[in-house]
């Protein structure tokens, strides 16, 4: 039994390469070649990406009890999605109205997304459809009258709304999967086989060396041209961490601070403009907002996240006095691979000026990242090491395909039964926007514990974006900030993925990683309730005065908090000194919600008696500690 587990094992391995390559494939030539109608596609991509996970667990199965189950979801893929696609018109024409066949692939096709989506992403998303369909089934068994109690819908007809229909499983949001996330999924995944990690290793010893903070600047910078590409934080943590994490450690950073700091980094791949994260692509498809829209409002935040990060990284190499790193820097390999990573960004951003679509765009930036990098005989990959990073980054796109499919179901079965507007309501009656902000933005949190991002940000989107609207906040400014607190997920414990990997990867405790991490990454909870009352930080200017005090006013309210949080500015602050910081940034940030000038000049006085104040203190210690270290290259 050994042997044939064996067998087993490597023939399952061989048809995930196959499948793989095939997936990929696929959706390069359907971007040229409109093979198959809208509906067609989507049952397409599910089908791969459901053979794609299944086989996974045949490939990995140690006992027989797994390989059976394995074979089961293989055959109930085989079947379910087959049949779909065959009679994918006569399906299309049901509105819902399913016989017993049609049902029981729905049914089939809701058990294999649910399990794929456990087996890959937790247990959270599963619980949430399966509570979501329990009540779409039998929510018309509670007392007539009653909050919660709907129509009743026949068992065949409700299944086919979640899984066959267009808002559902099939809906748009796998439509967005199969079109670009997938493409750009594989982008992300051919990093790792271009040698593109070469150019990211030298630019940030450069930088390194020029700027206090040394291997946690390093951190924040490949970590962000990684996540720029990627956009998936615990994907950015796991490329950029092998290298980062011992470098920060032999400099002199704690474990925890080493973890804490590429988990913060990789996180703001999630909104770092051209690519931002797999979430955004969501909201192109929620939200009706241009993908170009969305990528020039996010200039700013990404801007800001990322100085106020680096700003906590400096002061942690203050503190613990750690100077640049020793190892040269290679201006000739810095020079020699920066083409295969800025030209391929370059096309990407002219592509999407020129309002080209997404997937169009993906496709040619795939295309000319795979031909650069075979250009030179230093930087071409091997075919083994190219056939590896495709089927790894088409089992990534799968992976998040099965975690959108169930997504539908989730918001099929609210919409169905009338939930997602009940839910609206609670939310509606709070009143005031700053209280409805708040609930949103918890919504996000929890939801964003046990959930990749795309999935927390659909599901509050879903639920919160509707009222945010209907409260005077642009659809924009509404999605944007439920994307924000989403993509917290990765770094708010308890659960906070990207933290356990950072951990995991400098031997750190988990929990003092993640206080690191939110010390670090507090501006992301602070900045989204800016652009909400401000559009100046979503590349909405008015008048030049406003934007420049706007922008000027966001930047040192959050920059203030670093001492308030560290205890260190231009050198250790004792507590008292700290209040101070944190009344200024409350009366900087309270002006640009509430436009009240006396909170400016309030907040603009404090700010400059402590400058005043820390550089006396500086200059009588007779402590040289400069804002910058110049030292030689």
């Given amino acids: 039994m050994t042997v044939m587990k064996g067998k087993l094992g490597r023939g399952a391995g061989a048809a995930i390469v196959v499948i793989g390559l095939a997936m990929v494939a696929y959706h390069m030539v359907y971007v040229q070649v409109l093979l198959q109608s809208s509906f067609e596609h989507r049952v397409t991509h599910l089908a ?54 049609e049902a029981a692939a729905a049914l089939m096709l809701i058990i ?24 779409l089934f039998w929510g018309h068994l509670l007392p007539q009258g009653t909050y919660f109690y709907h129509s009743y819908i026949p068992m065949p007809q409700a299944l086919a709304f979640v899984a066959l229909e267009s808002g559902g499983a099939m809906g748009g949001l796998l439509l967005a999967s199969a079109d670009y996330i997938f493409l750009f999924v594989i982008f992300g995944g051919l ?81 770092m403009p051209p690519v931002l994260g797999l979430g955004a692509f969501v909201m192109v498809t929620l939200a009706g907002v241009p993908y170009v829209e969305i990528v020039i409002a996010s200039i700013i935040p990404a801007i800001l996240y990322y100085l106020v990060t680096y700003l906590g990284v400096r002061v942690m190499a203050l503190k613990a006095n750690i100077h ?15 083409y295969l990573f800025l030209v391929p960004v370059g096309v990407l951003v002219v592509l999407l000026a020129a309002r080209h679509s997404i997937m169009y765009t993906a496709f040619y930036v795939i295309v000319i990242s795979v031909v650069l990098a075979y250009v030179r005989k230093q930087t071409r990959p091997e075919w083994r090491e190219l056939i590896r990073h495709l089927v790894e980054g088409a089992q990534s796109g799968a992976s998040v395909a099965v975690a959108i499919a169930a997504i539908g179901i989730i918001v099929q079965g609210m919409t169905t039964t009338g939930l997602g507007g009940k839910i609206t309501a609670v939310i509606m009656s709070m009143g005031d926007l700053p209280s409805t902000l708040v609930a949103v933005a918890l919504i996000g949190l929890f939801l964003g514990l046990g959930m990749p991002t795309p999935a927390a940000y659909a599901l509050t989107a879903a639920l919160g974006a509707p009222v945010l609207i ?11 900030f439920i994307l924000y607190y989403a993509s917290l997920s990765s770094i708010t414990p308890p659960v906070a993925a990207a933290v356990l990997v950072g951990a995991r990867l400098a031997e750190a405790n988990f929990w003092k990683c993640g206080i690191e991490a939110m010390r670090l990454a507090y501006s992301l909870y602070l900045l989204p309730f800016l652009w909400v009352f401000e559009s100046t930080f979503l590349m909405q200017f008015t008048d030049p005065l406003t934007t420049v005090v706007s922008l000027l006013v966001g930047t040192v309210s959050l920059s203030l908090t670093v001492p308030v949080l560290q205890g260190w500015a231009l050198g250790r602050v004792a507590l008292w000194e700290r209040g101070l910081y944190a009344l200024s940034a ?39 500690q400069p804002l910058a270290r110049v030292p030689e290259v």
């Fill in 191 to 271: 990093i790792g086989a271009l040698g593109t990690d070469r150019f990211f290793n030298e630019l940030s010893k450069a930088l390194g060396k020029r700027l206090t903070g040394a291997g946690g600047l390093s951190a924040v910078v490949s970590s962000g041209l990684v996540g720029m590409v990627t956009g998936v934080a615990m994907s950015n943590v796991l490329i950029t961490g092998a290298f980062t994490i011992p470098a920060m450690r032999s400099q002199g950073y704690t474990r925890e601070q080493a973890g804490a700091i590429e988990a913060v980094a990789s996180t703001g791949g999630q909104i």
């Fill in 586 to 624: 409350l009366s900087l940030f309270w002006y640009l919600i509430d436009k009240d000038r006396r909170m400016l000049a309030l907040g603009a006085l404090l700010f400059l008696l402590t400058a005043v104040h820390e550089w006396r203190k500086r200059r009588r210690s007779g402590v040289a």
């Fill in 48 to 101: 791969f990406a459901l053979l794609l996970t299944f086989l996974s667990v045949l490939r990995g199965a140690q006992r027989h009890r797994v390989a059976a189950l394995g074979l089961v979801f293989v055959a109930m893929t085989l079947f379910s999605m087959g049949y779909i696609r065959l009679w994918s018109d006569h399906i299309e024409s049901l509105y819902g109205f399913a016989g017993p066949v």
């Fill in 470 to 480: 209907k409260m005077g906040v642009p659809a924009l400014a509404a999605h944007m």
């Fill in 112 to 135: 294999l997304v649910l399990e794929g989506t456990r087996r890959d992403w937790g247990i959270t998303l599963p619980i949430l459809a399966v509570v979501s369909l329990a009540y």
């Fill in 324 to 338: 640049p790193p020793p190892e040269p820097v290679s201006l000739r390999a810095l020079v020699g691979s920066s």
